[in-house]
């Protein structure tokens, strides 16, 4: 005799008001407001998908998508073989290593804005220590308040600064688990030390550092604060990436229907991305 | 193919070795045959991993020279010494195919492509891995990735000496008795020097021609399984070969002759120990029998292991292990146990003391 009732259900409800209240709901206003119109006063009029029409057709989403996709792009180029190469040359043991692994930490440990905060003014041409010293030692005319492409290179500095760690950390987590015998193997079977590299470590790293790209893709395709305090998205509108874009038009504007609209084009793009690259990575693992 | 050779060697891992205890292994002189098929055997910690390593050049000895055909070859690198080694864990190179990795050590020494290519063929086929070839190595099962790793080292036709570290630990049991008869075929087959490390008497007793014993970074014996089994030059052989191992008794000294529990006991030859100190009696549980008169035990425990039966009785308080085809006593008896003299020795201080009886 088979008994069936449906208690099952009550022990899946916590988790499902869980997500319910954290992303659900509040996720489902967002779609909300995406196919309205509002004047306030809670009048709202149906607008169907004219706001995303709206984004994506506009010069100014594809702008700031792609100084996005650039700033992302930039970022991982630099991190992950920076990264790598940190890790390689850390002692894997000794007295050394929790000095190294603290030192790796500590900026990863500093909050967001106060990683902006202290790159500002750092970075500042005339009294900060970074811009002072460009400027009237090196000689070399630095103002990232002015010049478009010194404002890059100091988000791009402080994005590297801030994360590198991270990639240096996984990568570390993946070199140290390699029995010694494979080097010992390698060395009898004659090979060189880029050989090693790239049939030992880098194998033996590639599920951390999928990881680990995956984390700095999200992280930065979605950064909002260092950049919103060190440049605010300026000079002009050369460093306004997705987010801040998108800030501008909720809180700025007040545009709320485009807002949402934007929002969730810009998750999608996260998510298909993230998607793209885990199932590339891991395809090779099924079989 | 070379003959080996380890002149006056001792190995610290700490930098400034002072009494005997530091050193990981203690004065090792030994002579390797070209082509023969020898076993380190002892428990973990005696220093064979550390002896290999040194043949390997993994690991540089704190004193004594390695010789390979008499050349010394001491400070050279592993892979100047044109050795191959197998480790305990496969090592495999995933991202290669199976072809690839058997390549990999030949392409590394810029040996010619249609060369590597029959080297490669050669090898699969001893190892029957010919149709894994173009397989990812990755997805191997544990055996064969243990094979390929072997067969890394076996490519190369100009290998000093094949070394294998524990290969078939992670080998499942009933894979391990096809792994090491492979591996014996592999000797005959390309008769290079083949050195076997193990804590397990089974696979050193099958695989070599020689075995040596090591315990805590010496050499205790050298020989063939026969004379290990049958005359152990020190009771650690004993005890460790052999299940159960041989009995080890504290006896006496009186008159010349071997006393235990107060009874006279015949040995193989004339006792060389001149006091009484450290003296023990050793016979294999194999030559105790139990008979009308002989030294009285009670019988505390018989197991039946399949081909005979393990009987282990108190002789006062000492534990005396025999095998025996039956009939079984019955538990709580008191048996007389016979040693067959001409297989029980004296040992003084844990090494032979009785000269070898004239055959």
């Known amino acids: 005799m088979k008994t069936e009732n449906q208690k099952a259900w009550f022990f899946v409800l916590p988790v499902l008001l869980l997500v319910a209240f954290n992303a659900l709901i509040p996720m489902m206003t967002v779609v909300n407001y995406s196919v309205q119109e509002t004047f306030g006063d809670n009048l709202f009029f149906w607008e169907g998908l004219t706001w995303f029409e709206q984004i994506l057709t506009s010069e100014r989403f594809h702008a700031a998508l792609g100084r996005q996709f650039l700033f992302t792009f930039l970022i991982l180029i630099i991190e992950v073989p920076l990264g790598i190469a940190i890790a390689l040359s850390m002692p894997r043991s000794g007295p050394w290593v929790p000095v190294c692994l603290v030192l790796m930490a500590l900026p990863m440990l500093i909050p967001w804005n106060v990683v902006g905060a202290m790159w500002n003014?750092?970075?500042?041409?005339?009294?900060?220590?970074?811009?002072?010293?460009?400027?009237?030692?090196?000689?070399?005319?630095?103002?990232?308040?002015?010049?478009?492409?010194?404002?890059?290179?100091?988000?791009?500095?402080?994005?590297?600064?801030?994360?590198?760690?991270?990639?240096?950390?996984?990568?570390?987590?993946?070199?140290?688990?390699?029995?010694?015998?494979?080097?010992?193997?390698?060395?009898?079977?004659?090979?060189?030390?880029?050989?090693?590299?790239?049939?030992?470590?880098?194998?033996?790293?590639?599920?951390?550092?999928?990881?680990?790209?995956?984390?700095?893709?999200?992280?930065?395709?979605?950064?909002?604060?260092?950049?919103?305090?060190?440049?605010?998205?300026?000079?002009?509108?050369?460093?306004?990436?997705?987010?801040?874009?998108?800030?501008?038009?909720?809180?700025?504007?007040?545009?709320?229907?485009?807002?949402?609209?934007?929002?969730?084009?810009?998750?999608?793009?996260?998510?298909?991305?993230?998607?793209?690259f885990y199932t590339l990575m891991t395809k090779d693992d099924l079989n | 193919m070379a003959r080996i050779t380890l002149k006056n060697m001792r190995h610290?891992?700490?930098?400034?070795?002072?009494?005997?205890?530091?050193?990981?292994?203690?004065?090792?002189?030994?002579?390797?045959?070209?082509?023969g098929a020898y076993a380190l055997l002892g428990p973990s910690g005696c220093g064979k991993s550390t002896l290999l390593n040194i043949i390997s050049g993994l690991l540089i000895p704190s004193e004594g020279q390695v010789l390979f055909d008499g050349n010394d070859v001491t400070p050279l690198l592993p892979d100047q010494r044109n050795i191959a080694q197998v480790f305990q864990f496969p090592v495999i190179y995933d991202t290669m195919t199976v072809r690839q990795n058997l390549a990999f050590p030949l392409k590394n020494r810029g040996v010619d492509e249609a060369v590597i290519e029959r080297r490669v063929s050669e090898i699969a086929e001893m190892l029957e891995i010919t149709d894994m070839l173009d397989r990812r190595a990755a997805g191997l099962a544990p055996d064969n990735k243990q094979k390929l790793s072997m067969g890394r080292g076996l490519v190369r036709d100009d290998v000093n000496v094949v070394m294998f570290d524990e290969p078939l630990t992670v080998i499942d049991p009933h894979l391990k008795w096809k792994l090491r008869s492979k591996l014996k075929e592999l000797h005959q087959r390309v008769r290079a020097t083949m050195i076997y490390v193990t804590h397990d008497?089974?696979?050193?007793?099958?695989?070599?021609?020689?075995?040596?014993?090591?315990?805590?970074?010496?050499?205790?014996q050298i020989g063939t399984p026969v004379e290990l089994f049958e005359r152990p030059a020190h009771t650690f052989v004993g005890h460790f070969i052999g299940s159960p191992g041989m009995n080890v008794l504290p006896a006496e000294l009186r008159d010349g002759g071997a006393f235990f529990q107060g009874q006279t006991v015949a040995v193989e030859g004339a006792v060389t120990a001149k006091d009484s100190k450290g003296i023990e009696i050793g016979v294999r549980p194999e030559f105790?029998?139990?008979?009308?008169?002989?030294?009285?035990?009670?019988?505390?425990?018989?197991?039946?292991?399949?081909?005979?039966?393990?009987?282990?009785?108190?002789?006062?308080?000492?534990?005396?292990?025999?095998?025996?085809?039956?009939?079984?006593?019955?538990?709580?008896?008191?048996?007389?146990?016979?040693?067959?003299?001409?297989?029980?020795?004296?040992?003084?201080?844990?090494?032979?003391?009785?000269?070898?009886?004239?055959?």
């Open chain 2, 288 to 359: 105790v029998s139990l008979g009308e008169s002989g030294i009285p035990a009670q019988v505390r425990r018989v197991s039946d292991v399949g081909r005979h039966l393990v009987i282990e009785a108190m002789a006062g308080d000492q534990k005396v292990a025999a095998i025996t085809n039956g009939p079984a006593p019955i538990q709580g008896d008191t048996v007389h146990l016979q040693f067959q003299p001409n297989q029980t020795r004296v040992y003084a201080d844990g090494w032979l003391a009785t000269e070898k009886a004239a055959s």
């Open chain 2, 201 to 220: 008497q089974t696979e050193a007793l099958t695989f070599a021609d020689q075995v040596v014993v090591m315990q805590e970074g010496e050499v205790v």
């Open chain 2, 12 to 35: 610290s891992y700490m930098p400034n070795p002072k009494g005997p205890d530091d050193y990981a292994l203690k004065e090792i002189d030994v002579d390797w045959e070209d082509g």
């Open chain 1, 121 to 276: 003014i750092f970075a500042l041409p005339d009294i900060g220590l970074l811009g002072y010293f460009l400027n009237h030692v090196l000689g070399i005319n630095y103002d990232m308040t002015q010049d478009p492409i010194a404002a890059w290179a100091t988000i791009i500095t402080m994005d590297v600064w801030h994360w590198t760690s991270l990639v240096v950390l996984l990568s570390y987590a993946g070199l140290v688990s390699i029995p010694d015998a494979y080097y010992q193997a390698a060395k009898i079977d004659g090979a060189s030390n880029w050989s090693v590299f790239r049939y030992i470590q880098l194998p033996k790293m590639k599920n951390v550092l999928t990881i680990a790209i995956l984390l700095r893709f999200m992280d930065s395709f979605n950064v909002y604060t260092e950049p919103f305090v060190l440049t605010g998205g300026g000079p002009g509108n050369s460093t306004t990436l997705l987010s801040i874009d998108l800030v501008k038009i909720a809180l700025g504007q007040f545009d709320l229907g485009p807002a949402a609209a934007m929002s969730l084009i810009y998750f999608s793009i996260t998510l298909f991305v993230s998607w793209l």
